[in-house]
Nanobody, 128 residues
Framework: QVQLVESGGGLVQPGGSLRLSCELSGFTNDYYGVGWFVQRPGKERKAVACINKSDGRTYYDQFAKGRFTISRDNAKSTVYLQMNTVKPDDAGTYYC?????????????????????WGQGTQVAVSS
């Protein structure tokens, strides 16, 4: 059974840092890409960043570029989202999702329909 489990969310002060983790299990196909999404109250789920499995290529939405870093530890089947210089607008529920390898480019990464499995989400709150 395919499963993604996010962790690492919590309360962070503006300007602070947080690292989210997404642990994947149950995939029969070893080659898959992973995306992180954020959903704010009353808003649609929005892509944050994506990473390929085969070549490690990454894609970042404009709001995350330069502040967030997506990475993966294939030995641990875990994908991370390092969030630095956090802003109040970064608050929301963060989800990871898995799909076919090669999705780390703008039109694939941002399309929620291409993903095969989603985690339950982890909350990030930003407040001083």
């Amino acid at each position: 059974q395919v499963q993604l489990v996010e962790s690492g969310g919590g309360l962070v002060q503006p300007g602070g840092s947080l690292r989210l983790s997404c642990e994947l299990s149950g995939f029969t196909n070893d080659y898959y890409g992973v995306g992180w999404f954020v959903q704010r109250p009353g808003k649609e789920r929005k892509a944050v960043a994506c990473i390929n499995k085969s070549d490690g290529r990454t894609y970042y939405d404009q709001f995350a570029k330069g502040r967030f870093t997506i990475s993966r530890d294939n030995a641990k089947s875990t994908v991370y989202l390092q969030m630095n210089t956090v802003k109040p607008d970064d608050a929301g529920t963060y989800y990871c999702a898995a799909g076919s390898d090669g999705l780390a480019e703008r039109f694939l990464c941002t399309d929620t329909r291409i993903y095969d499995a989603w985690g339950q989400g982890t909350q990030v709150a930003v407040s001083s």
